[in-house]
């Protein structure tokens, strides 16, 4: 069974920064692609990030250039830094295993003054 736990979410102030964790287990991780999505209440899931088996990493338009993904095979954890957050980063932050078809429980994110 694949089991994906997000931690780290949080309130934080605008220009603030947070560093959310995906702990993965029931798969091989240094074969597994992972990625983060979020969603803000009253709209739909949205692509954060995401990390290769082989370390290449993709962005989300909206988070490019901000929030950085990485990962550590030997914690089998996937990491997502989020640098000079904003409101609208204001979401339920969930982690993927996308060829399991998986997904971790959420963590919200809280970006207020």
């Known amino acids: 069974q694949v089991t994906l736990v997000e931690s780290g979410g949080g309130l934080v102030q605008p220009g603030g920064t947070l560093i959310l964790s995906c702990g993965v287990s029931?798969?091989?991780?240094?074969?597994?692609?992972i990625s983060w999505w979020r969603q803000a209440a009253g709209n739909q899931r949205e692509f954060v990030a995401h990390v290769a088996r082989g370390g290449t990493t993709n962005y989300g338009d909206s988070v490019s250039g901000r929030f950085t993904i990485s990962r550590d095979n030997r914690a089998n954890t996937v990491y997502l830094q989020m640098k000079n957050l904003k409101p609208e980063d204001t979401a339920v932050y969930y982690c993927?295993?996308?060829?399991?078809?998986?997904w971790g429980q959420g963590t919200q994110v809280t970006v207020s003054s």
């Open positions: 029931g798969l091989t991780f240094s074969r597994e692609g």
């Open positions: 993927n295993a996308p060829n399991k078809n998986a």
